[in-house]
């Protein structure tokens, strides 16, 4: 563990350090006062757009999951103009598919989608860590949060855990105790419940942004000198607009060191988009006995896209989402339902409908 440091001041140019402030070093930080945010316009069509994005999101989402795995629209593509209108409310209004759903299964998936969650929070938690500070707080004098990163690390423990550390089987001992045989997760069993674990990650998303819209309320401050401060987007007066746009900005839990946000956008969403389309690897090589160069390649360049984003994961500290966003609705469906889902669509066609292109 590194020893406690009093943070830079904006004079330091790197903007981080590796042996920055452990969980008890926030006594070391500067009082900042929360300022009043500066006024701000409206953005995504204001509250009326904010409410439709919300609701349209998780059935668009639902929509393409469910598009992905039959292999075909919902509606026959338009050809004129008469049936744009039918073919846009087959895609955002799929009555049919939330019918067809078993709302018990989305319940078994949600229990999943929390393990996950709690999971990846837990090697958040315990694994080996430098600490980097973020960038100085927009309303605040001098004030630099700590984040932990291990997200690298965490990657690939749950790559092994996947391949080695699922309880496969059970067995007996001669002593009456049944202990788990460790092995492969069986992956593949994902595909099956695509579109109902979609649906789950909707319904979690929004739950869980009610819970940062409340929390937002309170400004007691999540560890001494640590104040809670509002985005200046998500702060307008108006609830639906900033439930969507966020109006806390750094919401943190576990006195103040775990960081909800910068989580939220690089683990759950990330490694559950890598996890999907490696079920759909799966999947298609239990059905043709092999992985066809398409989802070959599918892997490579989107595993990539994943590994580099952990590997990389302090640059996210600068990004727009972190300094500036607060942690709303947009964020949230984004990183825990709109990443994974509707980036691992093309894997959850190629598991079942794969065009067999060669190389």
Sequence with gaps: MSKEKIPPSKSDEKGA?????????????????????????????????????????????????????????????????????????????????????????????????????????????????????????????NVRLPYRLNGHLSFWVVLLLIEVGWPASWTVTSDGLSIPVLGRAPLSSLVDVYTETAAAACLLSFLFSVYLYVRSASDVPDAPNCPKLRAAGGDTGSPVYDFFLGRELNPRWFGGTFDLKVFCELRPGLAGWLVLDLAAACRQRETLGYVTPSMLLLLAFQGLYVWDAQYQEEAILTTMDVTTDGFGYMLCFGDLAWVPFTYSLQARYLAEHDPHLGW
């Design 17 to 141: 350090m590796k042996d920055g402030p452990t969980s008890k070093s926030f006594s070391a930080y500067p009082t900042a006062s929360v300022g009043s945010p500066p006024p701000h316009g409206y953005e995504f069509g204001g509250p009326i757009g904010a409410l439709l994005t919300t609701c349209m999101l998780p059935l668009l989402t639902i929509s393409l999951t469910s598009m992905a795995a039959k292999g075909s629209f919902l509606h026959p593509f338009p050809t004129s103009f008469d049936e744009i209108i039918p073919f846009l409310c087959a895609l955002f209004f799929p009555v049919d598919i939330l019918r067809s759903l078993e709302w018990s299964t989305v319940g078994r998936c949600a229990v999943g989608l929390i393990g996950w969650f709690v999971l990846l929070m837990f090697l958040e938690r315990t694994l080996p860590h430098p600490v980097a500070l973020g960038t100085v707080l927009p309303t605040t004098s």
